[in-house]
């Protein structure tokens, strides 16, 4: 059976139509591949100075996704050269199904529900837990201001007196305490127990307004302790990511910050 133009010109556009497939899962590949740092950016409220790494699974995904694209792109080009040299000798290139189709649409079911449930299983970020209880501390970032918020075992002068009791212990100068409250009852006016902490370490403190003179601002550290109208007492603290972002810290610094974290929850237990 001779082969005519038309036999030619279909197997062309099968050919063409394979190569549009392998540029299209390359292309949702490197979307895939990124997604994971699209949801790393959102937990950390938008930050823009995260490192460039690979991020779980969505990266792995992505990576699979570019190189299934390329795969197809060679196999379809071996395909079709195959088919020609098939029309040339006036045999029939369709007596059987399309591998390459099977293979690509098994191996993309594998990854969708792959996909899927990682999706399921980043929906809700698990709390964290404290070392030394059963109970869940829950904590809250506002991640427009930076601040995080934990809630403390404590009434507001006990959380108070313990963060004292752990500065002092750990040599950091607490150079204020304000009594938001207690000032406001000299003035007549009433609210609920209400006290800033302010401290820091020139050694620490130091080398940050020299890399980033702007930070001065948002020293020494502070930690917050407040009681809300329904008696709950919780503890507040400028987020050391937040502040990194803020005033373009380096990296190798940000520890000279981080000990608020471990400060504020020590004084929270």
Do not use: C
């Amino acid at each position: 059976m001779t082969s005519g133009p038309s036999d030619y010109l279909a197997a062309e556009r099968t050919f063409l139509a394979w190569i549009r497939t392998g540029l299209a899962l390359m292309g949702f590949g490197f979307v895939v591949a990124r997604f994971g740092l699209f949801l790393r950016m959102l937990q950390s409220g938008g930050q823009s100075n995260l490192p460039a790494e690979s991020f779980g699974f969505s990266f792995w995904a992505g990576t699979a996704l570019i190189t299934l694209g390329v795969v197809v792109n060679i196999m379809s080009a071996r395909h079709h050269a195959r088919l020609i040299r098939e029309l040339n000798a006036g045999e029939s290139g369709f007596n059987r199904p399309s591998s390459l189709g099977i293979v690509v649409a098994m191996i993309l079911a594998v990854l969708g529900l792959a996909m899927a449930a990682y999706l399921i299983s980043v929906r809700d970020p698990k709390r964290e837990h404290p070392a030394g209880g059963g109970q869940s501390k829950a904590m809250t970032t506002n991640t427009d201001a930076g601040i995080v918020t934990i809630p403390s075992n404590h009434s507001v002068d006990q959380t108070v007196e313990k963060l004292q009791g752990i500065l002092q212990a750990k040599g950091v100068k607490l150079f204020a305490l304000v009594d938001h409250s207690g000032e406001a009852e000299k003035a007549g006016l009433k609210m609920p127990p209400t006290k800033l902490l302010i401290f820091g370490n020139p050694k620490a403190g130091t080398p940050l307004m020299i890399a980033s003179p702007s930070i001065a601002i948002d020293l020494p550290l502070k930690i917050l302790v407040w009681e809300d109208k329904s008696g709950k007492v919780s503890v507040a603290y400028n987020s050391p990511a937040y502040l990194q972002a803020r005033h373009k810290l380096p990296a190798d610094l940000v520890q000279n910050i981080a000990v608020v974290e471990a400060l504020a929850s020590k004084g929270a237990e």
